[in-house]
């Protein structure tokens, strides 16, 4: 399968489980679990910042219109898109991912990095998102804890999605 047909398939149903699913799923006030940013994740690893950022924005504002949240979904994944190329390139090793495959994943970058990577990404998102979402400091305890709780909701279930979809070599 080519690698656009792959990400529209993926594009489509991480946002489909992101709405009917995960949104419809009241864990707690604290744990929010949001799947939909792994589309900007598993992006291929050369792709273009302009265009990480373009396909960002593009999940962000399809999230925002069936969520009714002005943008701030958009605002988080743009974000991510813009640092992706930085924490790849930081976490790379001397020569680069040795892959087959062209995008990260569990295979191609190994188990602990791509972990590390996703956390990273993850925790930067929710940041952004919870932050416009209080819109203010006033309980700062609160929005951390909603922070790291809905960010280690969100981690568990990229990492099963992972599990499930990537291939062992």
Known sequence: MSILLRNIIRFVLLLLIQVFVLNEILIHQLVSPYIYMLFILVLPFNLPRPALMLLGLLMGL?????????????????FIA???????????????????????SMTSMGVSQFLIYAAILVFLHHT?????????FANPLYLLLKIILSSAASLFLIILYEMLFFSRK
């Open 62 to 78: 399809s999230l925002d219109m069936f969520m009714n949240t002005m943008g701030m979904h958009a605002a988080a994944c743009v």
């Open 82 to 104: 813009y640092l992706r190329p930085f924490i790849i390139n930081i976490l790379s090793p001397q020569g680069g991912f040795e892959t087959t495959q062209k995008t990260p």
């Open 128 to 136: 952004v998102y919870f932050t416009l979402e209080v819109f203010g």
